[in-house]
């Protein structure tokens, strides 16, 4: 397996753009985990899915965030409109639900300028 | 909010020394599992701990548990070079089947 693969890998946008994020998980796995990275907030979970169907939602920092998972192999996170206070890493990672044990993507360096 | 704190910030040691980083977490868990960061990479999966254990290995890598206290240790023996990174503890409280990570500790391992 290729492990969590997430795309693009660097992504710089003007403020007021839309940006699309997206993750496809490890085949088999039963969640799906947005995370952002920041230094001055760490790891913060935004969403995740369970079964392709959200589950818990409330790290989503804004209306401006939208995740959605139209299938077991595919997830994106979506900010529009973008902002500079957006910039960091994003996280995707999947899991087999109560075995344990994440796999994270190589993450998204967002940059909004 | 953050559910582990990760003790110290940050550690720097010499090769073949031990490094032992602590977690503090505050509400009950299911497990507790710990993360390496490479600088610039994602997070890999180091170890898993359950509530009913007090103490794990895996290869150089010593995991303990202690649930009273509601905190956990990591400890790497004869470190090397290549241990240099960031270590994270996580939480899984069982209810809701996400992790809640710490702020983390930064290793640096000197050759």
């Known amino acids: 397996d290729a492990g969590v693969i997430q795309s693009p890998r660097h992504e710089v946008t003007e403020m007021g753009q839309e940006v699309t994020l997206r993750c496809k998980p490890i085949s088999g796995h039963n969640s799906l985990f947005w995370y952002r990275q920041t230094m001055m907030r760490g790891l913060e979970l935004l969403i995740y899915f369970n079964n392709n169907v959200p589950i818990d939602d409330s790290g989503m920092p804004e209306d401006r965030f939208s995740a959605k998972m139209p299938n077991a192999s595919f997830s994106t996170l979506k900010i529009q409109p973008s902002e500079p206070r957006d910039s960091a890493v994003y996280f995707c990672?999947?899991?087999?639900?109560?075995?344990?044990?994440?796999?994270f993507g190589s993450g998204t360096r967002l940059t909004v300028v | 909010s953050q559910q582990g704190e990760e003790d110290p910030q940050a550690l720097s040691i010499q090769e073949g020394e031990n490094a032992t980083m602590n977690c503090s977490y505050k509400?009950?868990?299911?497990?507790l599992q710990w993360y390496r960061q490479n600088s610039g990479r994602g997070l890999v999966h180091l170890i898993l701990?359950?509530?009913?254990?007090r103490e794990k290995h895996s290869g150089r890598l010593r995991v303990t548990l202690d649930t009273s206290k509601k905190s956990s240790s990591l400890l790497i023996t004869a470190s090397r070079a290549a241990d240099t990174a960031s270590y994270f503890c996580?939480?899984?409280?069982?209810?809701?089947?996400?992790?809640?990570f710490g702020q983390g500790t930064t290793l640096q391992v000197k050759p």
């Open positions: 509400t009950s868990i299911n497990n």
């Open positions: 990672a999947s899991s087999l639900r109560d075995i344990g044990g994440y796999t």
């Open positions: 701990i359950r509530s009913n254990e």
């Open positions: 996580a939480t899984d409280n069982g209810n809701t089947g996400k992790l809640i």
